[in-house]
């Protein structure tokens, strides 16, 4: 066991720290040039599309989701025990400078999940009966229309079921049980019972139930966590300058904290950041497409705008508030992490300690439990979901029973043990399922005029035009700004799927983001 516990966590060291990275980096940096960054021109129609219309009592819907569930749904998958425990891994390991990383790896990652959300629009299939069925999976095969496509839509869906469906949502049901446990004094195990009954009753309401918990506790979750973080910088207001000062200094001269060479400390800095960033946004990875998908909308843009907000909230504001809690408290004013590592602090405890040192140990520690407990449980809830999508594409609707039923036994068993070889086959699993889906955005879209106008697709036949990969092409020349000699533009802007809107479109939305037109 110690020699396959190994040889995974090495599998998991390349993939992680080079192959992913880049990759995902990649992905960002070519969707934001692709669309004349998106990110930046549609930012307000993003902002007015969540909550211009929220509300909390979205409905029943016939067949799919409303925007706004489908968006927390998504969200209730990338707000999860990343966002506390991942961000402090990643200030304790590269400095309080990773999350400046994080920042910009989120800026590029939004333009990706744009990407993402339009082609589970567009490859989407709404059966007879109404329900909608979308993700990864479908413009995987769209994009590689041979048996290579097949292979990989299956080995997607594989991965994908295998990490967040089961053994992902073990680690999320034992960092419930491991926190409240402490934080409570309560066996795990009773926790484990209670949070695998809670599951298994909104499991057995399908997908609708599934939205209708997610678009009531996202926000619940999120208002008090942020609250509670924005009460802690309040009482520490005098430590906020050097706070952000710190965020900015040590990230680009990380040795002043982590020791050792100036280059080694800025790569442990900047691959900390990126890495802890894009596996907490989840943008590029082939989860969050699946609520996305099942959005009733007008056109595939409207929910592309509204899955980067998913990003926005992740990373800028509760990643971000638990970096900033956690530096102006045991970084900043000379605190006890100020000039580095310390004894008895780890990215486990270090929430807490933040909390505690200042609302106290008791109300501290408690605070981050039930933050913890709410981020975990919605992350349970749609990775489910996520999984049960795959497993009804493999196997068929009659199989996703048996899945839900396995995966409540995964629930309970995930509290009560704690296996390095399960954790770290649920990172391999995780990290396997991106390369197929980070592979396929670029290999297939639809080319027509006022592409981010057009309606979204409802059945098997959406019309789509395979494209050349564009991941051999990313760092080619090209790309770096050389021209054809006889259009001078660049090669892919006849073929790209999520180029810009013309600046004409009939009837545009009010305060609908219209880009410049490309340059002939």
Known sequence: METLLHIVQTINFYLSDYILVVLLVGTGVFFSLRTRFVQVRCFGEGMRRVFGGFSMRGGRQKGGLSSFQALTTAIAAQVGTGNIIGSCSAILVGGPGAIFWMWIIAFFGMSTIYAEAVLAQETRVVHADGTVSGGPVYYIKRAFQNKFGTFLAGFFAVAITLALGFIGCMVQSNSIGQTCGNAFGIPPW?????????????????????ASVTEKLVPIMAVLYLLGGLVLLLLRLPYLPETFGMIFKYAFFPNAILGGGLGYALKTAISQGVKRGLF??????????????????KT????????MIGVFIDTFLVLTMTALVVISTLYAGNGPLAGGAAEGIDQSNMAQLAFSSVFGEGLGSIFVAVCLLFFAFSTILSWNFFGKLNVAYLFGKRATAVYSVLGVVFIFLGSCLSNDLVWSLSDLFNQLMVLPNALAPGSAGSVLPGGESRPAADHENASLSPLIPYFFFLFAAPCLGETLPDRGRHPFDNAIPFSCVPPILPNPLPGACIPPALPL
């Not at 595939?300 to 899955?307: K, N």
């Open 190 to 210: 009773i926790i484990g019972a209670v949070v695998a009954v809670a599951s298994a009753f909104v499991f057995l309401g399908g997908v609708q139930r599934v």
């Open 280 to 297: 907490s946004n989840e943008a590029g990875m082939g989860s969050t497409p699946h609520a996305h998908a099942m959005a009733k909308v």
């Open 300 to 307: 595939p843009h409207e929910q592309g705008v509204v899955a």
